[in-house]
T-cell receptor, first 114, second 110 residues
Framework: AQSVSQHNHHVILSEAASLELGCNYS??????LFWYVQYPGQHLQLLLK??????LVKGIKGFEAEFIKSKFSFNLRKPSVQWSDTAEYFC????????????FGTGTLLAVQP | DTAVSQTPKYLVTQMGNDKSIKCEQN?????MYWYKQDSKKFLKIMFS???????INETVPNRFSPKSPDKAHLNLHINSLELGDSAVYFC?????????FGDGTRLSIL
C-alpha cells in the first residue's frame, strides 16, 4: 500500500538555523508530492508541490524541497528559520487514478525558539 | 470569501449522542473529502465524493454517514458518538491536483 513516512516527529531549532525535514514514500509508480503546513489551530496550507520536471521545487515563505526518485524522498528545506515557522509540517502524496486522494505522513512538529 | 467552510468549528457533546458537521465549498471543485486528524495529528482520509457519488470509504465505522446533496456540499453525520471519535475533522475539496482544506471541526466527546 502507498504510504508516507516522516521520521522526525519533533524538531526544535533556534532562529536562523537551517531546517531539513525528511519525507520518504512508498509507491513504485508516478507520484505527485506535496508539503503542507498547519499553524496552531488552523487549516492546512500548501507550501509547495512536485509533479514533474526540475526536482528542486521552490515554495512559499522561503521553503524548498528536493525530489530524489532513487531514494523515494522529498525532503523539505529552509536555510534560515524564523519563530513564525513554528507549526506542524505534513508531507503528502497523490498517485492519481480513480480515487484522487492525498495520503499524509504523520507530521513533524517544528518549534523555533527565538 | 472562504473557499471551504465547515460548521461548527467546535462541537462538545456526550457519548451516545448523534451529531452532524456541515461542509460547503465555493470553488466549483468536483471532489470533496472528509479527513480525521487524531490527537497525534495524524491525518487520515475517511470519505471522498465526486459529483455527489461516494468514491472512497476507508473502513470507517457505519456510525459515520456522509451525505452530499450537491457537489458543493458534503456533510458528515455521526451516530452514537464514542470517546474515540474525539478528533479534528477536516473537510477538503479538490480539482485535479489542487486541494483546499477547511478550518476543521474540533469534536470533543465527554
Amino acid at each position: 500500500a502507498q504510504s508516507v513516512s516522516q521520521h522526525n516527529h519533533h524538531v526544535i531549532l533556534s532562529e536562523a538555523a537551517s531546517l531539513e525535514l525528511g519525507c520518504n514514500y512508498s509507491y513504485g509508480g508516478t507520484v505527485n508530492l506535496f508539503w503542507y503546513v498547519q499553524y496552531p489551530g488552523q487549516h492546512l496550507q500548501l507550501l509547495l508541490k512536485y509533479f514533474s520536471g526540475d526536482p528542486l521545487v521552490k515554495g512559499i515563505k522561503g521553503f524548498e524541497a528536493e525530489f530524489i526518485k532513487s531514494k523515494f524522498s522529498f525532503n523539505l528545506r529552509k536555510p534560515s528559520v524564523q519563530w513564525s515557522d513554528t507549526a506542524e509540517y505534513f508531507c503528502a502524496l497523490n498517485y492519481g487514478g480513480a480515487t484522487n486522494k492525498l495520503i499524509f505522513g504523520t507530521g513533524t512538529l517544528l518549534a523555533v525558539q527565538p | 470569501d472562504t473557499a471551504v467552510s465547515q460548521t461548527p468549528k467546535y462541537l462538545v457533546t456526550q457519548m451516545g449522542n448523534d451529531k452532524s458537521i456541515k461542509c460547503e465549498q465555493n470553488l466549483g471543485h468536483d471532489t470533496m473529502y472528509w479527513y480525521k486528524q487524531d490527537s497525534k495529528k495524524f491525518l487520515k482520509i475517511m470519505f471522498s465524493y465526486n459529483n455527489k457519488e461516494l468514491i472512497i470509504n476507508e473502513t470507517v465505522p457505519n456510525r459515520f454517514s456522509p451525505k452530499s446533496p450537491d457537489k458543493a456540499h458534503l456533510n458528515l453525520h455521526i451516530n452514537s458518538l464514542e470517546l474515540g471519535d474525539s478528533a479534528v475533522y477536516f473537510c477538503a475539496s479538490s480539482q485535479g491536483q489542487t486541494w483546499h482544506f477547511g478550518d476543521g471541526t474540533r469534536l470533543s466527546i465527554l
